[in-house]
């Protein structure tokens, strides 16, 4: 985007942070892959476009933090310490983008098939995202949702990929 230009706020889903999280393995919170070109992992991917922060505001809720420390905690047999320093660095990279942490104070039931995807259409109502991001199959089959996108990780790490690389050719 251009300089001076607003981030433009995103929520991205559990699945997603969880997946950049622990299907790579990621353990330097620091050094996140990000596009161009693409990785192997969109997820990991997002999580680069993100700490970037030069396109998009990140916005997360307690629902979010909280669901993403417990299932790494118990998939990723993460210590209590590295489980603490990860929900920080989430917080941290969501506030450097001009995001944050928002309880939304809406009530969704717009998806019936999933009752924790509500929270995340919550979420991205009372922020006003432009964009969900999502691996979730009834979040994606929603798209476009009162006028918010719905992405999976691996076409939302594309379109970053083809504008970047588009706006270094000029």
């Given at each position: 985007?251009p300089?001076?230009?607003p981030?433009?706020?995103?929520?991205v889903?559990?699945n997603?942070l969880?997946?950049a999280?622990?299907?790579?393995?990621?353990?330097d919170?620091l050094?996140?892959p990000?596009?161009p070109p693409?990785?192997?992992?969109p997820d990991?991917d997002?999580?680069?476009?993100l700490?970037?922060?030069?396109?998009?505001?990140l916005?997360?809720s307690?629902?979010i933090?909280?669901?993403l420390?417990?299932i790494l905690a118990?998939k990723?047999?993460?210590t209590?310490?590295?489980?603490?320093?990860?929900?920080e660095?989430m917080?941290a990279?969501a506030?450097?983008s001009d995001?944050?942490?928002?309880?939304?104070?809406?009530?969704?039931?717009?998806c019936?098939a999933?009752y924790e995807?509500?929270?995340?259409?919550?979420?991205?109502?009372?922020?006003?995202a432009?964009l969900?991001?999502?691996?979730?199959?009834?979040l994606?089959?929603m798209?476009?949702?009162k006028g918010?996108?719905?992405?999976s990780s691996?076409?939302?790490?594309?379109?970053?990929?083809v504008?970047?690389r588009?706006?270094r050719?000029?």
């Amino acid at each position: 985007m251009p300089n001076g230009s607003p981030r433009q706020p995103v929520v991205v889903d559990i699945n997603v942070l969880v997946g950049a999280f622990i299907e790579q393995g990621h353990r330097d919170l620091l050094s996140w892959p990000s596009p161009p070109p693409t990785s192997p992992n969109p997820d990991s991917d997002c999580m680069g476009i993100l700490v970037d922060g030069q396109e998009f505001s990140l916005w997360l809720s307690p629902h979010i933090l909280l669901n993403l420390g417990r299932i790494l905690a118990e998939k990723a047999d993460g210590t209590e310490d590295r489980v603490r320093e990860t929900l920080e660095f989430m917080v941290a990279v969501a506030k450097k983008s001009d995001g944050g942490v928002l309880r939304p104070d809406i009530v969704v039931t717009d998806c019936v098939a999933d009752y924790e995807d509500n929270r995340i259409l919550e979420l991205a109502l009372a922020c006003q995202a432009v964009l969900i991001v999502s691996n979730d199959p009834h979040l994606l089959d929603m798209s476009p949702w009162k006028g918010t996108v719905v992405l999976s990780s691996i076409d939302f790490a594309k379109r970053v990929d083809v504008m970047r690389r588009s706006s270094r050719r000029r």
